[in-house]
């Protein structure tokens, strides 16, 4: 049985398409100006990549925060909820899941079957989601793919405006005139940024297993950060920004079952 | 080559001797030094009353730039600094201001400037800096009731308004202006935090929606923010607003009409009057006479 989970994410979009409750296919697109056309096209080509066509497919869920513009789907998950899902499901023991994307950056607590218990969401600020990163490296004339790396290197840490994005530009300008180099001002944003997170998860309550999912997930520089602030390790999956389409997937997966025994 | 980029968000710097002034047979001498994030402002007075001031952007070191400013205030009025008996730093960067006899919050002083400025009816006053924005509640003395503060977050306040002039390549002393060119006023942008608005104005501008359209959208949002923020101080007339954003007509006109009072009539700095923007230097001033006075125990 086919079932696939579509994350309609604000910058990209990412699917998941099961078969018999393992992964068979993914793919993802940007989501630009026609997100609905963006994710017809990143659906076809992980069916195809799982061997199947649109008909196989029992159920499609979306979520994301552009879940109602998913291509014809059969329902919908909040983001929290394939949070859970989706971490509980990769780590048995997993009982706080963050999820840090481009623009958004949330908390979830769940119980063992994944289902979640409470959350913390930070948005509407840019500061502590994958933008504060991308204008950081903007100001810092540095490659988003190369601020992770680049800050391993720093020896100490300057502190900066973690609050704001408009803010922490001209700290990071404030910065370079001091002639701080580019590894410790890097490092600097990540530790402001993982301030920010750890802050809201701290409001959850920090329990063990930490996992970490979204696209910033694969920012070692922000990774090592976090696992300083929270003061735990963190487990990452090998495909942490599929995270949501997963959980979206499993849930569908859940229903499907249920709705036609096997 | 290429040609310089125009930058949209420089404002005006300027410096003014008061003609009037004469401190000869005066003897007391007393500065205001308030070092914003973004400007610089410096007064001096004469027995308590506004003899020069300098306005300027504030550079990467704050100490520089209160000198910069200070020295600039004392430009052909034929002081010298030793001239003068006392000097209160205040502003976000107060506790770098060398010349300084003290450092006093910028709560205070704008209070005690804005009562200067307008008068002793002002009882709320709302201060939009580069940094924060700052709602005040103060006595017919000047002397501060009770106040908020949003800082941490750039909506609202000048530098989120630089932001914006950048982005629609406005001047930014032409802003206030332009966002009232529209022939209905549009909705608020949906979000407040300067760098998603900045998206969203960007997704407008492709829609189709005129400069002014998106500006005016934007500093709805803004006026909302403040009104709010006034709203949670309790206002209370007579209300002024201070700051740099007092000169943006579009914030202005915006905050009266949500709170549905009048701001004071502000002296038009252009043609000599007192600068809104001053308040926290005129404050810090006057405060550093009664400090000073207090000091030789009159």
Known sequence: MFVAGIDMGIQTIKIVVLKDGAVAGRAKAHSGFEPTKAAEQALAEALKTAGATRADVALVFATGSGMEMAPDANGTVSMMGADAKAGVHLYPDARTIIDVGAEEARAVRCDERGIMMDFVVNERCAAGAGTFIEAMARALEVKLEDMGPLSLKAERASPINASCVIFGESDVVTLIHRQESKPEIARAVFDAMADRVSSMVHRLGVNPQVVLVGGVAKDVGFVESLKRKLGTNVLIPEYPEYAGALGAALIAQGKAKGAKPQ | ?298
């Open chain 2, 1 to 298: 080559m290429t040609e310089p980029q125009k930058e949209y968000w420089r404002w005006e710097e300027y410096h003014r001797v008061l003609s009037e002034g004469n401190w000869k047979n005066k003897d007391l001498i007393t500065a205001g030094v308030d070092v914003g994030s973004v400007g610089s402002k410096a007064t001096i007075m004469i027995d308590g009353e506004v003899y020069s001031w300098a306005v300027r952007r504030t550079g990467s070191n704050s100490p520089d730039s209160a000198q910069k400013v200070f020295d600039w205030a004392l430009e052909n009025t034929g002081l010298k600094p030793g001239d003068i008996k006392y000097t209160v730093g205040t502003g976000y960067g107060r506790v770098n201001v060398p010349m300084a006899n003290k450092a006093i919050t910028e709560i205070a002083c704008h209070a005690k400037g804005a009562n200067y400025i307008w008068g002793p009816s002002v009882r709320t006053i709302l201060d939009v800096g580069g940094q924060d924005i700052k709602a005040i509640h103060c006595d017919e003395t000047g002397r501060v009731t009770s106040f908020l503060m949003n800082d941490k977050c750039a909506a609202g306040t000048g530098r989120g308004m630089e932001v914006f002039a950048d982005l629609l390549k406005i001047p930014i002393e032409d802003i206030g202006k332009a966002s009232l060119n529209v022939e209905e006023e549009p909705p608020p942008v949906s979000c407040t935090c300067v760098a998603f608005a900045k998206t969203e104005a960007i997704g407008l501008l492709r829609k189709g929606w005129t400069k002014e359209k998106v500006l005016a959208a934007y500093t709805r949002a803004m006026a909302v923010r403040m009104a709010n923020l006034v709203n949670r101080v309790g206002l209370e007339k007579e209300f002024v607003i201070t700051g740099g954003q007092s000169k943006n007509v579009g914030i202005v006109s915006r905050v009266e009409t949500i709170l549905g009072v009048k701001t004071l009539p502000s002296p038009n700095w252009r043609e000599g009057g007192l600068d809104p923007m001053l308040a926290g230097a005129i404050g810090a001033a006057s405060l550093a006479k009664s400090l000073y006075l207090k000091s030789k125990g009159t």
